[in-house]
């Protein structure tokens, strides 16, 4: 009869099978971990990028307003403001198609054009009648990646300026 050597140990294929089994759910964890943080990475970045590029073009409308006559402005078509300066010299602010049928903020003057802000579904202008107060409002929204991966980040802004020069 075959006798066993009771001073070689070894584990059995039930142990191996079950840590291999335990080591397979770990590493599993771990990339649903690391696919969870980098969706949250990508989204976080599309909203800085997002809120910086909508930012910007708010503060540009908001501080061109304060720095125009204060009879100087006027609201020719939906999404379009046209401001007069203090030196008589105009600019205007305004939404355009750009490439691929999205929308763009442009911002205009004597030096040429400037675009503000992409990816922008709707600014408008309000002001009521006799009233030098300008609302603002824009919304900018962004998509980015494919399928189940796909991040879209959007940001409404509101604002209000007056005109603060004679």
């Known amino acids: ?26 590493f ?6 690391q ?7 990508q989204s976080t970045s599309l909203k800085s990028s997002v809120q910086t590029n909508a930012g910007y073009a708010m503060e540009k409308i908001v501080r061109s307003i304060r720095e125009s006559k204060k009879s100087g402005f006027e609201i020719p078509a939906a999404g379009t403001l ?6 008589n010299s105009s600019v205007v ?9 999205k929308k763009a903020i442009y911002f205009r003057s004597a030096e040429g054009e400037e675009i503000l ?3 922008v579904e709707y600014l408008t202008f309000n002001s ?6 300008i609302e603002i409002r824009l919304k900018v929204e962004i998509t980015k990646g494919k399928d189940k991966y796909k991040t879209t980040v959007p940001l409404e802004l509101y604002s209000s300026a007056t005109p603060r020069n004679p």
């Open 1 to 26: 009869m075959l006798e066993r050597n009771r001073n070689n140990r070894a584990f059995t294929l039930t142990e191996l099978l079950i840590t291999i089994s335990l080591v397979g759910l770990i």
């Open 35 to 41: 696919q969870t943080a980098d969706k949250f990475y």
């Open 128 to 133: 009521s009648p006799g009233s030098n107060i």
């Open 93 to 101: 602010f305004g939404i355009k198609d750009v490439e691929g049928g």
């Open 117 to 119: 802000a992409r990816n």
């Open 82 to 87: 046209k401001l007069t300066k203090t030196d």
């Open 28 to 33: 599993l964890a771990a990339v649903v971990i």
